[in-house]
């Protein structure tokens, strides 16, 4: 099969950089964030000034004007964001690398910067530090006053439900979350970077705290803060740089009705079944403009803000059939080095 995506082999990734993470570095997003941009910079033995595009959520609270001014960059000729959070790493990314494969920009740069931890809020609006849900208050006008009086407040609300429909329907079992929580916690070990260096079994798993079953405190993503920047620039360019281009092959987006955000896991009828929606409409997009097949991919990297969403990827993106990620999980295959899939080898959202 060959690649039929505008970005196949037309960007490549020159570098990449990331602060420390940590609870409550007592920094602002602002100077995270150009730490993090000036490593990637580094990493590639790239000019800072020279970086021409720049792509973000649209949430991000780091203007391109404050980056522009406290880099010292000269011109910016291309700005695009992504909607929601998590769940969107990839796609401002895959902005980047359209920018570039599409001749709008030569340089540009991804990042996000995220003050996360609860100590660091900075302001009352949701998404300036801290925990968004916390900032609530007690008049709800949208679609949070359908959810918070039920006790969906937070997302690992939100995500235990959607948690519990998958093991009444398929026989998931809790222990499968377990599973890939103790696998990227091994994974975790084996990375200097990370927050939890320490590995754990299933036993500890079991006996740790519940936060809203069934996904337990080892489940969960790490709230804390931080920023990392991805310089993408054309092949050209990358050739003549410090590390070794990683060329695109494709990429994907996309987006449609669901409950709530952060969970497109299935559309508003709360079914999974084999309907072109969430996760399976993009990977269908994915490999289909790539040229390649799940069978191809040696490594997976997913979103994971809570380990219940693994079993779900891996089902949407064709790596096993419907239902089947918690045994997939199960067999080991997730597991790095012995796995025939190793998921999140960084350590994931909950070790890293």
Known sequence: ???????HERAAI?????????????????????????AACDDAGFPVADIDGISCYSMEQVTEVALITTL????????????????????????AALAVASGQADSVI???????SKAASYGADPLQGGRPWAKAGTRLSDWR?????????????????IARRHMALFGTKAEHFGMQAVAQRFHASRNPNAIMRNAITLDEWRE???????????DCSLENDGALAVLVTTPE???????????????????GPIHVGLADYF??????????????????????????????????????????????SLEQYGFCPLGEGGPMIESGATRWPDGSLPVNTHGGSNGE
């Open 1 to 7: 099969m060959n690649s039929t995506d505008i970005v």
């Open 14 to 38: 020159a570098g990449i950089g990331q602060t420390a993470y940590a609870k409550n570095l007592g920094r602002t997003e602002l100077d995270l964030a150009c730490e993090a941009i000036v």
């Open 72 to 95: 010292g960059i000269k011109n910016v000729s291309y700005m695009a964001g992504t909607p929601s959070g998590g769940g969107g790493a990839a796609s401002v990314v895959g902005l």
């Open 110 to 116: 991804a990042f996000r910067s995220r003050n996360r």
């Open 145 to 161: 006053q359908w959810h918070h009086p039920f006790g969906v407040a937070a997302p690992v609300q939100e995500m235990a439900l």
């Open 208 to 218: 740790s705290r519940p936060i809203a079953e069934p996904i337990r405190l080892p």
């Open 237 to 255: 360019r990358a050739r003549d740089l410090r590390q070794p281009p990683v060329y695109f092959l494709a990429q994907a987006q996309g987006g």
């Open 267 to 312: 559309r508003t009828s709360a079914s999974w079944d084999a309907r072109d929606h969430a996760g399976r409409h993009i990977a269908n997009q994915l490999f289909a403009r790539a040229g390649v097949t799940p069978d191809d991919v040696d490594v997976a990297m997913f979103f994971d803000h809570f380990t219940m969403a693994i079993p779900l």
